[in-house]
C-alpha cells in the first residue's frame, strides 16, 4: 500500500455515510466503544503505533557483540594460541586461549548488559513522552494513551490535538487539519462530513483526517478506521524503515576518535611485534607465536572499544536523572546539545509566571486597598493602602460590593484539593476574584445571599460579561452585575459608587477613573471595571445585553500574573553560565517590560519590541536587533521563528519554548525545541525535543546545568580511559625498547625472549580497570562548578588540544612508573639492588599498572581541579576501584589465577613499592594541575 491509495477499509469510508461507516465497525457514534469491547479489539489487532523492523533476539543481540574488529582481533589470539598449544603437543589445558577466550566472553556480556540498559532507559523515556488521544468510551470523554486507541472509536478532536489514526469525521465545526507531514502542503486542510462522489488523492480526502497530523483550528468527531501499520503514516513508516538515521555530532566525534586510535595503536602493535622479532631474533615457533599474542592483545587493549556503549549508557543515565527534574528529553544526544545553548527565549505566562493571576490592588472612589498573597491560596491581607490598616467604613463597602459582584458575574471555580492545595476550573482572570473575595473578611458571607439567575457571556468582541442575580437577604431583588474592561464598562455607567450612596457618573468622576486605569496600566497590571444595578423582573425577561446599561460604577482592580518564586533566581543562574534569557510573550509590552525588569531580564534600557514592529523588520534589521533587545510582546507565534532564525544567523544556539500549535515550526527549527508538558499541545511536544513537565523556566536552566554536567563526565571517562590505554602501550612498546637497559634481558639469560607484561595480562587490565570506573566517571557529581564557563563553542573538539596533553604526559608517567617498578626488582638494570626474578619483577610491574590506572580514575574527574577535592562524593567510582583492587590481589596469590596469569605472589614490600610507584601518577598530575590553574589565573588578571 503506497500513502496515495489507501486501504480498502479508508477506501470505504471516504465513498459511504458517516453513519453506514459507524454500523459497519459496530460502534454507536453517540456513545463510542464500551471499554469491555475497546479492550478485546486492542487484544485481538494489537496497539495503535508504528512498527519498525523487528527487534533483534537477545541471542542473536549477544552474537552481535562479536562483531567489533577488535574482538576478531582477539579471535585471531585465539586461534594463534591453539595452533602453537597443538604444535607443541596439546599437552595439559591451553591457558592463553582459554583466559583469552573468558575475556572476550566477559566483554561480551557486559557489552550486552550495556545495550540492554540503554535500550530500557530509552524506552521508559519513550513512555513518559507517549501521546494521549480523546476518545468516546461508554458515553464519557476518556483521555488514553494513544497506543490504545482502536478501531470504531470516535475520536474527539480539538485545536492542537495530534490526530491519533486514521478516523472517518463525524461532525465538524470549523475544522482545519495541518497535514504537510503526509503531503507537504504547508497550508491546513478544510475538513467537512460530507460523502465524497470518487476517490482521490489524500490532500483532497476531506471527510477523513489521519494519525500524525494535526487540528490547526475547530473542533470535531471522527470514527477510527485505521490504526498502526494500517494507516497512511504506517505506510509511509514501511517505506522509510531502511533509512538510517544520521549520528549525531557527539556521536561522529566519539566514532572519528576510536577510528583514529584504532589505526595508531595497531600501527604501534606492528611496529612493537617487529622490534621483537628483530631484536630477539626470533626462530621458533613458539616465539612467533608469544609475539603475535602480544601484539594483538595490545591493540585490543589500546583501544577504548567499550567508548560506544558506555557513551549510550552515560546518556541514558542523564536522560533519566532530567526526568526526575521533570524534563523529558526525546532524543538521546540532545543532551549534549543543552550544554552548548547560549540563549533561552522563553514564553512568559506559565514558564516565567505562575499563571496564577493575582489580584493585588483594588480602586474605587474612597481610596485604593492593596491585596497581599499570589496565586489560588485564599492567603493575604487586605490593607488601606493610606493607612496600612484593614479598610473600614465607605472603603471597605466599595470594596466589598466589588469583590462579591465580580465573584459572582463568573464561570470559574476555586476549590481546595485533599493535599490541601486550591486548584482553579475556568479562566484564571475570574478565578483571581474568587480568591480575593476570600481574603476580605465578610465578603464571602455576602456572596453566598446570591442565587444566579441568567447571564450574558463574555466574547471578544463585547469584552465584558453581566449576570442576572436574586438577593435573597433582600426578599430576591433583583441586581445586574457586571464586569470587563474598564472603558468598555464606563461606556454602559451613569452613575458611581461612593460609600453605600450612588452619585452621578460626572466627567470629573469619569476622568478620576479613566486615570487610575492608566495608572494602573503604566504598573503593568491588567485592569478590570466592575458594576451593577437593580433591575424589575420584568425588565429581565428576557435578560440580554440591552440589559447592560444604566450601570453603576464600583472600581477597578489592578491584577497581575505574578513571577514564579525561582524564576528570578534561575535567570541569574543563566546570565552567570553566560546563557542570555529572552521573554517573548503576546502580552502588553508595559507588562512583559516589568516582569523582564522584575526577573532581572532586562536593564530597562532597551524598551519592548512589539510584533508590528517585528512585522516591518527586514531580515538585516531582525538581525541586529536580536542581539541588543531581550523582551517582544504583542507577538505571533510566527514570529518566534523569525526570532530563532536571527539569533542562530548570529551563532547563537538557541532554546526555544512554546504551547501552541503555531510553535511547532519554531520549536522545531531551534536548537533545543521545549514543549510544555501541562498547556502544551501534542504538536508541540512532537516537534521538541524537550518537555517540561511542570511548565516552568527554571527547569530549563537545571536541564542546562544537566546537560553541561553530562558532558563533563563524558570528558571524564574519555580522559581516563584514554590516558590509561596510552599508558599500555608505552610500557609495552619501550619495555621491549629498552629490555636491556631495565634488567629485562638479563633476567632470563637462557631465555631467548623477555617481553614486560604477557598477553593475558594486557588483557586483564583492559576488563578490570576499563568498563567499571569509566561507567562510575559516567555519573560522577559535579566537581567542577558547571554553570561558571560560558557556553560551549559548538566547534569545540571534545578532545581539545589541553587534554591530548594530558593524556599523554600521564601515559608516560603511566608506562614509566611501571618499568621503573620492573627496573627496581631485577639486578642489572639501571636502579641498583634488584635480586628478584623476572616473575615477581613482572607482576610488581603489572600491578603497579593496574594501581595506576585506577589513581588515574581519581585524576580524571577533573582537568584543573585537585583529585581531593570532594574525593568521596562519587561512591559508585569507589566501589568500581575496590572491586578492582580486589581483583588484581586475587590475580596474583589465587593459585589457579597466578597459572592463568603468569603471576607470582608478592611479599609486603613489594605491594608497599608498587602501590608506592602507582601513586605517582596522582601526585604528577596535582602538580600539572596547579600549573594549569596558576595559567589561568594570570590569564585572567
Given at each position: 500500500?503506497?500513502?496515495a491509495?489507501?486501504?480498502?477499509?479508508?477506501?470505504?469510508?471516504?465513498?459511504?455515510?458517516?453513519?453506514e461507516?459507524?454500523?459497519?465497525?459496530?460502534?454507536?457514534?453517540?456513545?463510542?466503544?464500551?471499554?469491555?469491547?475497546?479492550?478485546?479489539?486492542?487484544?485481538?489487532?494489537g496497539?495503535?503505533?508504528?512498527?519498525?523492523?523487528?527487534?533483534?533476539?537477545?541471542?542473536?543481540?549477544?552474537?552481535?557483540?562479536?562483531?567489533?574488529?577488535?574482538?576478531?582481533?582477539?579471535?585471531?589470539?585465539?586461534?594463534?594460541?591453539?595452533?602453537?598449544?597443538i604444535?607443541?603437543?596439546?599437552?595439559?589445558?591451553?591457558?592463553d586461549?582459554?583466559?583469552?577466550?573468558?575475556?572476550?566472553?566477559?566483554?561480551?556480556?557486559?557489552?550486552?548488559?550495556?545495550?540492554?540498559r540503554?535500550?530500557?532507559?530509552?524506552?521508559?523515556?519513550?513512555?513518559?513522552?507517549?501521546a494521549?488521544?480523546?476518545?468516546?468510551?461508554d458515553?464519557?470523554?476518556?483521555?488514553?494513551?494513544?497506543?490504545?486507541?482502536?478501531?470504531?472509536?470516535?475520536?474527539?478532536?480539538?485545536?492542537?490535538?495530534?490526530?491519533?489514526?486514521?478516523?472517518?469525521?463525524?461532525?465538524?465545526?470549523?475544522?482545519?487539519?495541518?497535514?504537510?507531514?503526509?503531503?507537504?502542503?504547508?497550508?491546513s486542510?478544510?475538513?467537512?462530513?460530507?460523502?465524497?462522489?470518487?476517490?482521490?488523492?489524500i490532500?483532497?480526502?476531506?471527510?477523513?483526517?489521519?494519525?500524525?497530523?494535526?487540528?490547526?483550528?475547530?473542533?470535531?468527531?471522527?470514527?477510527?478506521?485505521?490504526?498502526?501499520?494500517?494507516?497512511?503514516?504506517?505506510?509511509?513508516?514501511?517505506?522509510?524503515?531502511?533509512?538510517?538515521?544520521?549520528?549525531?555530532?557527539?556521536?561522529?566525534?566519539?566514532?572519528?576518535?576510536?577510528?583514529?586510535?584504532?589505526?595508531?595503536?595497531?600501527?604501534?602493535?606492528?611496529?612493537?611485534?617487529?622490534?621483537?622479532?628483530?631484536?630477539?631474533?626470533?626462530?621458533?615457533?613458539?616465539?612467533?607465536?608469544?609475539?603475535?599474542?602480544?601484539?594483538?592483545?595490545?591493540?585490543?587493549?589500546?583501544?577504548?572499544?567499550?567508548?560506544?556503549?558506555?557513551?549510550?549508557?552515560?546518556?541514558?543515565?542523564?536522560?533519566?536523572?532530567?526526568?526526575?527534574?521533570?524534563?523529558?528529553?526525546?532524543?538521546?544526544?540532545s543532551?549534549?546539545?543543552?550544554?552548548?545553548?547560549?540563549?533561552?527565549?522563553?514564553?512568559?505566562?506559565?514558564?516565567?509566571?505562575?499563571?496564577?493571576m493575582?489580584?493585588?490592588?483594588?480602586?474605587?472612589?474612597?481610596?485604593?486597598?492593596?491585596?497581599?498573597?499570589?496565586?489560588?491560596?485564599?492567603?493575604?491581607?487586605?490593607?488601606?493602602?493610606?493607612?496600612?490598616?484593614?479598610?473600614?467604613?465607605?472603603?471597605?463597602?466599595?470594596?466589598?460590593?466589588?469583590?462579591?459582584?465580580?465573584?459572582?458575574?463568573?464561570?470559574?471555580?476555586?476549590?481546595?484539593?485533599?493535599?490541601?492545595?486550591?486548584?482553579?476550573?475556568?479562566?484564571?482572570?475570574?478565578?483571581?476574584?474568587?480568591?480575593?473575595?476570600?481574603?476580605?473578611?465578610?465578603?464571602?458571607?455576602?456572596?453566598?445571599?446570591?442565587?444566579?439567575?441568567?447571564?450574558?457571556?463574555?466574547?471578544?468582541?463585547?469584552?465584558?460579561?453581566?449576570?442576572?442575580?436574586?438577593?435573597?437577604?433582600?426578599?430576591?431583588?433583583?441586581?445586574?452585575?457586571?464586569?470587563?474592561?474598564?472603558?468598555?464598562?464606563?461606556?454602559?455607567?451613569?452613575?458611581?459608587?461612593?460609600?453605600?450612596?450612588?452619585?452621578?457618573?460626572?466627567?470629573?468622576?469619569?476622568?478620576?477613573?479613566?486615570?487610575?486605569?492608566?495608572?494602573?496600566?503604566?504598573?503593568?497590571?491588567?485592569?478590570?471595571?466592575?458594576?451593577?444595578?437593580?433591575?424589575?423582573?420584568?425588565?429581565?425577561d428576557?435578560?440580554?445585553?440591552?440589559?447592560?446599561?444604566?450601570?453603576?460604577?464600583?472600581?477597578?482592580?489592578?491584577?497581575?500574573?505574578?513571577?514564579?518564586?525561582?524564576?528570578?533566581?534561575?535567570?541569574?543562574?543563566?546570565?552567570?553560565?553566560?546563557?542570555?534569557?529572552?521573554?517573548?510573550?503576546?502580552?502588553?509590552?508595559?507588562?512583559?517590560?516589568?516582569?523582564?525588569a522584575?526577573?532581572?531580564?532586562?536593564?530597562?534600557?532597551?524598551?519592548?519590541?512589539?510584533?508590528?514592529?517585528?512585522?516591518?523588520?527586514?531580515?538585516?534589521?531582525?538581525?541586529?536587533?536580536?542581539?541588543?533587545?531581550?523582551?517582544?510582546?504583542?507577538?505571533?507565534?510566527?514570529?518566534?521563528?523569525?526570532?530563532?532564525?536571527?539569533?542562530?544567523?548570529?551563532?547563537?544556539?538557541?532554546?526555544?519554548?512554546?504551547?501552541?500549535?503555531?510553535?511547532?515550526?519554531?520549536?522545531?527549527?531551534?536548537?533545543?525545541?521545549?514543549?510544555?508538558?501541562?498547556?502544551?499541545?501534542?504538536?508541540?511536544?512532537?516537534?521538541?525535543?524537550?518537555?517540561?513537565?511542570?511548565?516552568?523556566?527554571?527547569?530549563?536552566?537545571?536541564?542546562?546545568?544537566?546537560?553541561?554536567?553530562?558532558?563533563?563526565?563524558?570528558?571524564?571517562?574519555?580522559?581516563?580511559?584514554?590516558?590509561?590505554?596510552?599508558?599500555?602501550?608505552?610500557?609495552?612498546?619501550?619495555?621491549?625498547?629498552?629490555?636491556?637497559?631495565?634488567?629485562?634481558?638479563?633476567?632470563?639469560?637462557?631465555?631467548?625472549?623477555?617481553?614486560?607484561?604477557?598477553?593475558?595480562?594486557?588483557?586483564w587490565?583492559?576488563?578490570?580497570?576499563d568498563?567499571?570506573?569509566?561507567?562510575?566517571?559516567?555519573?560522577?557529581?559535579?566537581?567542577?562548578?558547571?554553570?561558571?564557563?560560558?557556553?560551549?563553542?559548538?566547534?569545540?573538539?571534545?578532545?581539545?588540544?589541553?587534554?591530548?596533553?594530558?593524556?599523554?604526559l600521564?601515559?608516560?608517567?603511566?608506562?614509566?612508573?611501571?618499568?621503573?617498578?620492573?627496573?627496581?626488582?631485577?639486578?642489572?638494570?639501571?636502579?641498583?639492588?634488584?635480586?628478584?626474578?623476572?616473575?615477581?619483577?613482572?607482576?610488581?610491574?603489572?600491578?603497579?599498572?593496574?594501581?595506576?590506572?585506577?589513581?588515574?580514575?581519581?585524576?580524571?574527574?577533573?582537568?584543573?581541579?585537585?583529585?581531593?577535592?570532594?574525593?568521596?562524593?562519587?561512591?559508585?567510582?569507589?566501589?568500581?576501584?575496590?572491586?578492582?583492587?580486589?581483583?588484581?590481589?586475587?590475580?596474583?596469590?589465587?593459585?589457579?589465577?597466578?597459572?592463568?596469569?603468569?603471576?607470582?605472589?608478592?611479599?609486603?614490600?613489594?605491594?608497599?613499592?608498587a602501590?608506592?610507584?602507582?601513586?605517582?601518577?596522582?601526585?604528577?598530575?596535582?602538580?600539572?594541575?596547579?600549573?594549569?590553574?596558576r595559567?589561568?589565573?594570570?590569564?585572567?588578571?
Open positions: 500500500m503506497t500513502p491509495d489507501g486501504s480498502d477499509t479508508e477506501r470505504h469510508a471516504v465513498l459511504t455515510p458517516a453513519a461507516v459507524a454500523a459497519d465497525l459496530g460502534v454507536n457514534p453517540d456513545t463510542g466503544l464500551s471499554q469491555h469491547e475497546a479492550r478485546r479489539r486492542l487484544a485481538a489487532h496497539p495503535n503505533e508504528l512498527v519498525g523492523t523487528a527487534a533483534a533476539p537477545a541471542w542473536l543481540r549477544f552474537l552481535a557483540q562479536f562483531k567489533d574488529p577488535l574482538v576478531f582481533l582477539l579471535l585471531i589470539a585465539i586461534a594463534i594460541s591453539l595452533i602453537a598449544w604444535i607443541e603437543g596439546a599437552h595439559g589445558v591451553p591457558i586461549a582459554v583466559v583469552i577466550g573468558a575475556i572476550v566472553v566477559l566483554n561480551a556480556i557486559v557489552g550486552y548488559i550495556q545495550e540492554n540503554a535500550a530500557d532507559a530509552v524506552a521508559a523515556l519513550q513512555n513518559m513522552a507517549a494521549t488521544a480523546t476518545v468516546l468510551r458515553g464519557s470523554r476518556t483521555t488514553i494513551p494513544a497506543t490504545d486507541v482502536v478501531v470504531g472509536d470516535i475520536l474527539i478532536l480539538g485545536e492542537g490535538d495530534a490526530v491519533a489514526a486514521d478516523a472517518r469525521l463525524g461532525h465538524a465545526e470549523g475544522l482545519r487539519v495541518q497535514e504537510s507531514a503526509l503531503t507537504g502542503e504547508a497550508e486542510v478544510d475538513k467537512d462530513n460530507r460523502t465524497l462522489s470518487e476517490l482521490s488523492g490532500g483532497d480526502r476531506t471527510n477523513m483526517v489521519f494519525k500524525g497530523t494535526a487540528v490547526s483550528q475547530g473542533t470535531g468527531r471522527a470514527i477510527v478506521v485505521a490504526t498502526g501499520m494500517d494507516t497512511e503514516m504506517g505506510a509511509i513508516a514501511t517505506m522509510l524503515d531502511s533509512t538510517v538515521s544520521e549520528p549525531s555530532p557527539l556521536e561522529k566525534e566519539i566514532s572519528s576518535v576510536s577510528k583514529m586510535l584504532g589505526i595508531l595503536v595497531i600501527g604501534i602493535a606492528v611496529v612493537t611485534m617487529l622490534v621483537l622479532f628483530v631484536v630477539n631474533n626470533v626462530s621458533t615457533v613458539a616465539e612467533a607465536v608469544e609475539v603475535l599474542l602480544l601484539g594483538v592483545s595490545l591493540a585490543v587493549a589500546a583501544v577504548p572499544e567499550g567508548l560506544p556503549a558506555i557513551l549510550t549508557v552515560v546518556l541514558a543515565i542523564g536522560v533519566q536523572k532530567l526526568a526526575e527534574h521533570r524534563a523529558v528529553v526525546t532524543e538521546l544526544h543532551v549534549e546539545t543543552l550544554g552548548s545553548a547560549s540563549v533561552i527565549c522563553s514564553d512568559k505566562t506559565g514558564t516565567l509566571t505562575r499563571n496564577e493575582t489580584i493585588q490592588r483594588i480602586v474605587t472612589s474612597s481610596g485604593s486597598v492593596s491585596v497581599a498573597g499570589i496565586g489560588y491560596a485564599p492567603e493575604g491581607e487586605v490593607l488601606d493602602e493610606a493607612t496600612g490598616q484593614a479598610p473600614t467604613g465607605a472603603l471597605y463597602f466599595e470594596s466589598r460590593r466589588l469583590l462579591v459582584e465580580a465573584s459572582l458575574a463568573n464561570d470559574a471555580d476555586l476549590q481546595q484539593a485533599d493535599d490541601g492545595s486550591w486548584q482553579i476550573i475556568g479562566d484564571p482572570t475570574e478565578a483571581s476574584f474568587l480568591v480575593a473575595l476570600r481574603k476580605l473578611e465578610g465578603a464571602a458571607d455576602r456572596a453566598a445571599d446570591f442565587e444566579r439567575r441568567n447571564s450574558v457571556p463574555f466574547n471578544s468582541d463585547r469584552k465584558m460579561m453581566s449576570v442576572l442575580q436574586a438577593d435573597r437577604a433582600a426578599d430576591g431583588n433583583l441586581k445586574v452585575m457586571a464586569k470587563g474592561a474598564p472603558d468598555v464598562l464606563l461606556g454602559r455607567c451613569v452613575k458611581i459608587q461612593v460609600g453605600e450612596k450612588v452619585m452621578d457618573l460626572d466627567d470629573r468622576r469619569r476622568a478620576e477613573v479613566l486615570q487610575t486605569v492608566e495608572d494602573l496600566s503604566g504598573q503593568a497590571y491588567r485592569t478590570m471595571g466592575v458594576a451593577w444595578r437593580e433591575i424589575t423582573p420584568q425588565d429581565a428576557p435578560f440580554d445585553e440591552e440589559d447592560e446599561s444604566d450601570l453603576v460604577y464600583v472600581g477597578t482592580v489592578g491584577i497581575i500574573d505574578p513571577p514564579r518564586d525561582e524564576a528570578a533566581s534561575a535567570v541569574a543562574e543563566a546570565h552567570r553560565a553566560g546563557v542570555r534569557t529572552i521573554m517573548i510573550t503576546g502580552d502588553h509590552p508595559t507588562t512583559a517590560s516589568r516582569i523582564a522584575d526577573l532581572g531580564i532586562t536593564d530597562g534600557v532597551h524598551p519592548a519590541v512589539t510584533g508590528a514592529a517585528l512585522q516591518a523588520m527586514d531580515e538585516a534589521s531582525l538581525i541586529e536587533t536580536v542581539k541588543d533587545n531581550s523582551v517582544y510582546a504583542r507577538v505571533a507565534p510566527e514570529h518566534k521563528l523569525r526570532i530563532v532564525n536571527a539569533l542562530q544567523h548570529d551563532g547563537s544556539v538557541v532554546a526555544m519554548t512554546g504551547d501552541g500549535v503555531n510553535d511547532a515550526p519554531a520549536l522545531k527549527t531551534a536548537d533545543i525545541g521545549v514543549a510544555m508538558g501541562i498547556t502544551g499541545t501534542e504538536v508541540t511536544k512532537q516537534a521538541a525535543r524537550m518537555i517540561l513537565g511542570d511548565d516552568n523556566f527554571a527547569t530549563i536552566v537545571t536541564a542546562i546545568r544537566q546537560g553541561r554536567s553530562i558532558f563533563a563526565n563524558i570528558k571524564k571517562f574519555l580522559r581516563y580511559l584514554l590516558s590509561s590505554n596510552v599508558g599500555e602501550v608505552i610500557t609495552v612498546f619501550f619495555g621491549v625498547l629498552l629490555a636491556g637497559v631495565i634488567g629485562l634481558s638479563q633476567a632470563s639469560p637462557g631465555a631467548e625472549m623477555v617481553i614486560p607484561l604477557l598477553a593475558t595480562q594486557i588483557l587490565i583492559n576488563l578490570v580497570t568498563t567499571g570506573p569509566a561507567l562510575a566517571m559516567g555519573v560522577d557529581p559535579e566537581v567542577d562548578d558547571p554553570m561558571a564557563l560560558p557556553p560551549r563553542d559548538q566547534s569545540e573538539r571534545i578532545i581539545d588540544r589541553q587534554m591530548w596533553s594530558g593524556i599523554v600521564i601515559g608516560l608517567v603511566m608506562g614509566a612508573i611501571t618499568l621503573a617498578t620492573m627496573d627496581i626488582f631485577l639486578p642489572g638494570g639501571l636502579i641498583p639492588g634488584g635480586t628478584d626474578d623476572l616473575e615477581t619483577a613482572r607482576t610488581a610491574a603489572f600491578t603497579t599498572l593496574v594501581f595506576a590506572q585506577l589513581f588515574n580514575a581519581l585524576n580524571s574527574r577533573s582537568e584543573t581541579t585537585s583529585a581531593f577535592h570532594r574525593l568521596f562524593s562519587n561512591r559508585w567510582l569507589w566501589g568500581s576501584v575496590a572491586l578492582a583492587v580486589v581483583l588484581q590481589v586475587a590475580v596474583v596469590e589465587v593459585p589457579f589465577l597466578q597459572t592463568a596469569f603468569g603471576t607470582t605472589s608478592l611479599d609486603l614490600a613489594h605491594w608497599a613499592i602501590v608506592g610507584m602507582s601513586s605517582l601518577v596522582l601526585w604528577v598530575d596535582e602538580i600539572r594541575k596547579v600549573v594549569l590553574r595559567r589561568v589565573g594570570s590569564v585572567a588578571a
